[in-house]
């Protein structure tokens, strides 16, 4: 795996950013993940293009960045590989939607809840899962004008 990181990784991709992810097509959606065990995980399921897009061909890219233009902090992770369709766990999956919803489950929309307590063989919800092939970071920040 090539690797450059000259910033702490983990700790920028524990935030709640929005990654943007490819697939072939080319098609790139914002997507929330989780960054655990050296691999992104994005909820999919049949129910979204990604899902078939990944089936047909698993060869993805993902990037994450920040641009804060009042500081001028500009930081950017870019993964590639090859994703990876396994089976959802909840408990994963809560850790994610925490990270994006806060803890408090009563006062997370609709939407999200399911996820947590929904039989996922039976909506069919999976895990996206990309173990970087190649994970670069860059920081590009400058020194922001007074």
Same mark, same amino acid.
């Given at each position: 795996?090539?690797?450059?990181? &000259?910033?702490?990784?983990?700790?920028?991709l524990?935030?709640?950013?929005?990654?943007?992810?490819?697939?072939?097509?080319?098609? #790139?959606?914002?997507?929330?993940?989780?960054?655990?065990?050296?691999?992104?995980? #994005?909820?999919?399921? &049949?129910? *979204?293009?990604?899902?078939?897009?990944?089936?047909?061909? &698993?060869?993805v890219?993902?990037?994450?960045?920040?641009?804060?233009? @009042?500081?001028? /902090?500009v930081?950017?992770?870019? *993964?590639?590989?090859? @994703?990876? /369709?396994? &089976?959802?766990?909840?408990?994963?999956?809560?850790?994610?939607?925490?990270?994006?919803?806060?803890?408090?489950?009563?006062?997370?929309?609709?939407?999200?809840?399911?996820?947590?307590?929904?039989?996922?063989?039976?909506?069919?919800?999976?895990?996206?899962?990309?173990?970087? @092939?190649?994970?670069? *970071?860059?920081?590009?920040?400058?020194?922001?004008?007074?």
């Open positions: 795996m090539v690797t450059s990181h &000259p910033f702490d990784l983990d700790t920028f524990r935030r709640p950013l929005t990654a943007r992810l490819a697939t072939n097509g080319p098609t #790139v959606r914002p997507v929330w993940f989780l960054w655990e065990d050296g691999a992104f995980w #994005v909820l999919t399921g &049949p129910w *979204a293009r990604l899902f078939g897009r990944v089936r047909a061909d &698993p060869e890219a993902l990037v994450v960045d920040e641009c804060e233009l @009042a500081t001028g /902090l930081r950017q992770v870019i *993964a590639r590989g090859r @994703a990876e /369709l396994v &089976p959802f766990d909840v408990e994963r999956g809560r850790r994610k939607l925490v990270r994006y919803l806060g803890a408090d489950e009563e006062r997370w929309d609709e939407r999200f809840v399911h996820y947590l307590y929904d039989d996922p063989a039976q909506r069919g919800t999976v895990w996206l899962r990309l173990e970087p @092939a190649s994970l670069v *970071a860059h920081d590009l920040s400058y020194a922001a004008a007074p």
